[in-house]
Antibody, heavy 119, light 112 residues
Framework: QVQLQESGPGLVKPSQTLSLTCTVSGGSISSGSSYWNWIRQPAGKGLEWIGRIYTSDSTNYTPSLKSRVTMSLDTSTNQFSLRLSSVTAADTAVYYC???????????WGQGTLVTVSS | NFMLTQPHSVSESPGKTITISCTRSSGSIASNYVQWYQQRPGSGPTTVIYDDDQRPSGVPDRFSGSIDSSSNSASLIISGLQTEDEADYYCQSYDSGNSDVVFGGGTKLTVV
């Protein structure tokens, strides 16, 4: 059973870059047809997909965040990462990493990490 | 981009059956698979239905899913409601047109 765990700063200043890492255990990040995703959820609100990475040069980002998002993959550490630039208070949310099938079924989720954007 | 619309909240008594709808605003509901996630307070989402009507191992058969092309909607049906079913439920699909994942706004289920 694959497990995912998010890590990173819980507090980011406005206009700076949010950086999070997801560590995958119980399976290889470079195996099979798994896609590695980031999803966020502001307090009291619904889920928002941020994007996914398949290989180091294969990414898809949601159009509304595409200009500010970068995802990367590190097969040597079995981790993948999210960078979100020029953050504002609207980016305050619980951020989840998740594994998905090619048909976008998110079958494994991390526990989530709260990131607050505040000075 | 299409939207998935869910009722904001539903409520039913233990032992009863409830249906939560998820209506696609444009394009066919059958174009892309629909998933359903359960999220209990303070926890991350878990899958209860994937690929329209498939149940992951470990999910009780009280949970079932379907799609209806006539209403362009998907449904999550929970029978024999239990208090532990109280949670937020989200439907989710994929927009092939712009390679975007779409979540419904979520439905809060109360079992009283």
């Amino acid at each position: 059973q694959v497990q995912l765990q998010e890590s990173g700063p819980g507090l980011v200043k406005p206009s700076q870059t949010l950086s999070l890492t997801c560590t995958v255990s119980g399976g290889s990040i470079s195996s099979g047809s798994s896609y590695w995703n980031w999803i966020r959820q502001p307090a009291g609100k619904g889920l928002e997909w941020i994007g996914r990475i398949y290989t180091s040069d294969s990414t898809n980002y949601t159009p509304s965040l595409k200009s500010r998002v970068t995802m990367s993959l590190d097969t040597s550490t079995n981790q993948f990462s999210l960078r979100l630039s020029s953050v504002t208070a609207a980016d305050t949310a619980v951020y989840y990493c998740a594994r998905a099938s090619p048909r976008y079924w998110f079958d494994s989720w991390g526990q989530g990490t709260l990131v607050t954007v505040s000075s | 981009n299409f939207m998935l619309t869910q009722p904001h909240s539903v409520s039913e008594s233990p032992g009863k059956t409830i249906t939560i709808s998820c209506t696609r605003s444009s394009g066919s509901i059958a174009s892309n698979y629909v998933q359903w996630y359960q999220q209990r307070p303070g926890s991350g989402p878990t899958t209860v239905i994937y690929d329209d009507d498939q149940r992951p191992s470990g999910v009780p058969d009280r949970f079932s899913g379907s799609i209806d092309s006539s209403s362009n909607s998907a449904s999550l049906i929970i029978s024999g409601l239990q208090t532990e079913d109280e949670a937020d439920y989200y439907c989710q699909s994929y927009d092939s047109g712009n390679s975007d994942v779409v979540f419904g706004g979520g439905t809060k289920l109360t079992v009283v």
